[in-house]
């Protein structure tokens, strides 16, 4: 079946060291997303990727950086530099920057910094 | 700016009442597309409805259904007879440009048996 595939679902991680989060998409999607979710509020935007080798910065792009080497792949790297990275990540993907339709979102990986 | 506003943090309803989930949005765009989704226990977030500036038509599928006044800047969400699998955290969302959904911070729907 298509759709969007993150790992792990549940991480752990000492202040200090960087993690990866990976997101994979066999919908043939061109766009890729990354969101991050805090309690009680929305999705805010870390990165967003229209085209392979390409990525923008979102809202909160600090402490975070991205690689989009292949089309179905867009991981997510959460840097010692991020000052609270303790939240619930979503990846999302849709047809591309021109496309107005809906997005579509893996199951989230939740990071924990202990 | 866009900006999407969900005042009702948390609802509760008894099984088989109607509920309705308030979203305001603002934007200066004259084309735009507002959204809902549905995110429960699982995490993932599922895509309910998609609607243009353009089209001010409710719409109605099964028990749910859409509310869109521009005149009062809402798309309210109204589910009817409500059912515990309703049970979930709901996202309204705004797209003006090509590159980004503004979310509301959503609003919990516990529906009590």
């Known amino acids: 079946d298509g759709g969007i595939t993150q790992s792990p679902k549940y991480l752990f991680r000492k202040e200090g060291q960087n993690v990866t989060l990976s997101c994979e998409q066999n919908?043939?999607?061109?766009?890729m997303y990354w969101y991050r979710q805090d309690p009680g509020q929305g999705l805010r935007l870390i990165y967003y990727?229209?085209?392979?080798?390409?990525?923008q910065k979102g809202d909160i792009a600090e402490g975070y950086s991205v690689s989009r080497e292949k089309k179905e792949s867009f991981p997510l790297t959460v840097t010692s530099a991020q000052k609270n990275p303790t939240a619930f990540y979503l990846c999302?993907?849709?047809?591309?920057?021109?496309?107005?339709?809906?997005?579509?979102f893996g199951e989230g990986s939740r990071l924990t910094v202990l | 700016a866009q900006k999407v506003t969900q005042a009702q943090t948390e609802i509760s309803v008894v099984e088989k009442e109607d509920v309705t989930l308030d979203c305001v949005y603002e934007t200066r765009d004259t084309t735009y597309y507002l959204f809902w989704y549905k995110q429960p226990p699982s995490g993932e977030l599922v895509f309910l409805i998609r609607?243009?500036?353009?089209?001010?038509q409710n719409e109605i599928s099964g028990r749910y259904s859409w509310n869109f006044q521009k005149s009062t800047s809402s798309f309210n969400f109204t589910i009817t007879a409500s059912q515990v699998v309703d049970s979930a955290v709901y996202f309204c969302?705004?797209?003006?440009?090509?590159?980004?959904?503004?979310f509301g911070t959503g609003t919990r729907l516990t529906v009590i048996p």
């Open positions: 990727s229209q085209i392979v080798n390409d990525f």
């Open positions: 919908l043939n999607h061109d766009a």
């Open positions: 609607r243009n500036s353009f089209d001010e």
């Open positions: 969302a705004l797209r003006t440009g090509a590159n980004n959904l503004f």
């Open positions: 999302a993907s849709n047809w591309g920057a021109l496309n107005t339709g809906e997005l579509f």
